[in-house]
């Protein structure tokens, strides 16, 4: 075979140049999607198999709950969710007969990063327990003589729970029979057919709270101050309770009081 090389004509090899690569773009743990963030902190766990193991565990929990929660918005949703989940069962076991329980987080905004509070206010008392008992559980297993202050959890399931639900109740109810709302742009039509209702004006969920005693309950209401100054307090609607009283049926009493204030303020604003 004749190999012409007028024919055959080779391009030569590209020259042997240095590769310039694009810069690696540095991302931080709050970059991370809410998922594999919940992943990784799930991975500082260890297998409790034996007495020393639970102890890294409630160390590593009191480290969510004293540091890496307060790091940023990503960091205290993530570790809220891992502390709640893991004391749930804890704090239910601890309600009170015949009070029930809801502290799952509600809230309007769908997206985690942009929203962290909730519209259940039992969430708080939740939260409360939790900082309590991480902080109980890793003294005790540090010394022997330490001893667990049983009158704080007293305290937060006699008063702070039950009236924290009940106030989750009545904004249920209230919202339901149009006499309360959480935000105007969502105001729920009144369930209730009667006419001066749709003459009063609702109150805000945000103003209003629960007075809670062995005997009475009632709602309070806080006027916005003017200026710097504080705004005031007062009780507008009271009833009376029982003990042994479910909060359902005292939240559905408050709901009617309540109701039959506003059409009374609507008269007196009328001179009826």
């Known amino acids: 075979m004749i190999i012409d090389d007028k024919v055959l004509v080779l391009s ?97 905004s769908k997206s985690l990063r942009s929203s962290l509070g909730s519209l259940q206010r039992e969430t708080a008392t939740l939260d409360l327990f939790i900082a309590l008992k991480v902080r109980e559980d890793v003294w005790t297993d540090d010394s022997e003589l330490h001893l667990e202050r049983d009158e704080s959890f007293t305290d937060l399931f006699n008063l702070m729970q039950p009236r924290s639900r009940l106030e989750d109740l009545v904004r249920d109810y209230g919202v339901a029979e149009g006499v309360i709302y959480i935000d105007r742009r969502h105001m729920r039509t009144p369930t209730s057919s009667a006419a001066d209702l749709l003459t009063i004006n609702p109150l805000p969920f945000s103003a209003l709270s629960v007075s809670f005693s062995s005997r009475r309950i009632g709602l309070v209401l806080v006027s916005p101050g003017v200026g710097r100054s504080i705004g005031s307090k007062r009780t507008v609607v009271e009833v009376t309770r029982t003990r042994d009283e479910q909060l359902e049926v005292a939240a559905r009493r408050l709901v009617w009081e309540l109701r039959d204030w506003l059409v009374d303020e609507v008269d007196e604003a009328d001179g009826i």
């Open 12 to 108: 030569p090899p590209p020259p042997y140049t240095k590769a310039t690569a694009a810069p690696a773009a540095w991302r931080t743990f709050s970059a991370l999607p809410p998922h594999l963030l919940l992943q990784i902190v799930y991975a500082t766990f260890s297998d409790a198999y034996d007495i020393e193991d639970a102890k890294e565990q409630r160390k590593t929990l009191y480290w969510l709950a004293v540091g890496l929660r307060l790091v940023n918005r990503l960091f205290y949703s993530t570790s809220m969710n891992v502390l709640r989940s893991i004391y749930l069962p804890a704090y239910d076991s601890l309600i009170r007969a015949p009070y029930t329980s809801d502290p799952f987080p509600h809230s309007h």
